[in-house]
């Protein structure tokens, strides 16, 4: 080979290898929206309800919560209290409490006029003897009415949830229902439910 043709083959060789590694670092540098995708994304891989449920979920069931009589016509504020939520589907979770936790977020960011939401008798107990060093009757049960003498709210609804499924070898359906309660009467004063499809990948 003469003296320009390996000048020749030495600028191709180079070129090749440049090229390829920058292939390389092209497959290996990933966006943003690689390591931080969206909300309302699908991720390959992910099973079971992903965030996108959860976001179309809350936001649609809020909405409708909003709507109902008990609240769009009441003069004053409804006082909620935030309860359980039970998982009867056939997998156990590590954050349940996430779905009532958005509920409520999105409704004190947009319906505070409408809403009151008050902690659960425990937490404000645990929060005051650890704050304050009081104990006492957290809600005044003892008298009437939403506002007791002390400034305590008395919670008049209680929302809560039930996620169930029905898995089957391909895909497993989902059936995602919320609840408000009347705490003096015990009636489901209102009910929302969401339900979904998702594949199983094993």
């Not at 390389?24 to 390959?44: D, E, I, K, W």
């Not at 209680?158 to 499924?165: C, E």
Request: aromatic letters at 10%; glycine letters at 8%; proline letters at 5%.
């Amino acid at each position: 080979m003469s003296g320009n043709g390996i000048k020749t083959w030495i600028k191709r060789s180079a070129g090749l290898l440049l090229m390829g590694g920058l292939l390389v670092l092209a497959g290996c540098h990933h966006g943003y929206s690689y390591y931080r995708p969206g909300t309302t994304a699908f991720v390959p891989g992910d099973t079971g309800l992903q965030s996108r449920d959860l976001v179309d979920m809350t936001n649609r069931l809020a909405a409708d919560l909003l709507k109902i009589p008990e609240i769009a016509n009441n003069p004053n504020k409804v006082i909620i209290v935030m309860a359980s939520l039970q998982n009867k589907t056939s997998t156990p979770w590590q954050s349940d409490q996430i779905y009532l936790a958005r509920m409520r977020a999105l409704l004190n960011q947009y319906a505070r006029d409408r809403i009151a939401f008050v902690l659960p008798p425990q937490e404000v107990q645990h929060l005051q003897q650890k704050y304050q060093g009081s104990t006492g009757d957290m809600f005044g049960q003892s008298t009437r009415g939403p506002v007791q003498p002390s400034g305590r709210m008395i919670p008049q609804y209680a929302l809560k949830g039930v996620f169930y499924d029905l898995p089957n070898s391909a895909t497993t359906y989902y059936l995602c229902t919320f609840q408000l309660v009347n705490l003096t009467t015990g009636e489901l004063v209102w009910e929302g439910h969401y339900e979904t499809r998702t594949l199983n990948l094993y």
